[in-house]
């Protein structure tokens, strides 16, 4: 009885190094809130991100993109997209992580709260490369660095067609 307790308990040390391991060494940093392009631009997009290597990379292509056609960008981290309107932007890029086999909760949470997705690009990123969030445009992604420029272009791709179609409403639901 004591030695199974004792195995017990050594597994559940084992067990808990482990998550702290996988949570120092997967978690995502915190962006810093930044913005860029002209602040009288025409078109305004926000990109709500997490800090990653992968992902810094992708939304420095899409900052540079967008401020090469001198469209404002606002830069948040997915945590405060519950405290942000989208309503003055035409477009929103949301870049996120899948945590414990769900979608980010903020960035789950900011696209229940706005049924009309026609304004929203995402790229999602998981181990396997293939969760999304269903009913949104947007791609999948293993955060494979050389694929970075690649994933970046399909978002861009994504992104200017929907500032093509022009301004509509981004306002959350009247629940």
């Known amino acids: 009885m004591k030695r199974a307790l004792l195995i017990l308990a050594g597994l559940l040390l084992l067990f808990s190094a482990f998550l702290v391991w996988y949570k120092a060494t997967y978690s995502m940093d915190v962006v810093s809130e930044r913005s860029s392009g002209p602040e009288d631009a025409a ?7 997490q800090g990653s290597t992968y992902k810094d990379l992708v939304t420095d292509h899409v900052i540079g993109h967008l401020t090469d056609q001198s469209i404002a960008v606002q830069v948040v981290d997915v945590t405060m997209l ?26 789950q949470a900011f696209l229940n709260a706005h049924p009309d997705r026609t304004r929203f690009v995402v790229l999602a990123t998981s181990g396997g490369g293939d969760e999304m969030i269903e009913g949104v445009d947007g791609i999948s992604s293993a955060s494979v660095m050389d ?29």
């Open 82 to 107: 519950g405290s942000v309107d989208a309503s003055p932007f035409d477009a929103v890029v949301i870049l996120h992580t899948w945590e414990n086999w769900e979608p980010q909760p903020d960035a």
């Open 147 to 175: 694929e970075a420029q690649a994933d970046a272009d399909n978002l861009i791709a994504r992104l200017d067609r929907v500032l093509a179609r022009g301004r509509a409403p981004v306002s959350p639901s009247s629940r």
């Open 43 to 49: 078109q305004r997009v926000l990109v709500a991100t």
